[in-house]
């Protein structure tokens, strides 16, 4: 059985940066895309980002363009988030997911795995 398990989460400055990690366990995801969300208080889950299998391609939503980087061990069965300049609106919890194909994609229907989440706290 497959089990995501995101980290790296906690406090940081406003323009500050985190690198969150998804450890998957159980079976290997070099073929499955996989894909971060997040979801602040009182608002729906959103999209993050999303890499392919081979890690060719990437996905981001527009809030994380030119921020955040999605990129992925394949050799350690892990994902990782870079975030950087960090603001308020980015606290929330951040989730990993797979998908159960190997194509980068936004749309959550098509994740079918999620880690319990890691919380990312941004404040001045």
């Known amino acids: 059985q497959l089990t995501l398990v995101e980290s790296g989460g906690g406090w940081v400055q406003t323009w500050g940066s985190l690198r969150l990690s998804c450890v998957a366990s159980?079976?290997?995801?070099?073929?499955?895309?996989v894909g971060w969300f997040r979801q602040a208080p009182g608002k729906e889950r959103e999209f993050v980002a999303s890499?392919?299998?081979?890690?060719?391609?990437?996905e981001y939503a527009d809030t994380a363009k030119a921020r955040f980087t999605i990129s992925r061990e394949n050799a350690k069965n892990t994902i990782y988030l870079q975030m950087f300049n960090l603001k308020e609106e980015d606290t929330a919890i951040y989730f990993c997911?797979?998908?159960?194909?190997?194509?980068?994609?936004?749309?959550?229907?098509?994740?079918?795995?999620w880690g319990q989440g890691t919380q990312v706290t941004v404040s001045s």
């Open positions: 997911a797979t998908t159960t194909t190997g194509a980068a994609t936004h749309y959550s229907h098509r994740y079918f795995n």
């Open positions: 159980g079976r290997t995801v070099s073929d499955l895309a």
């Open positions: 890499i392919s299998g081979d890690g060719r391609f990437t």
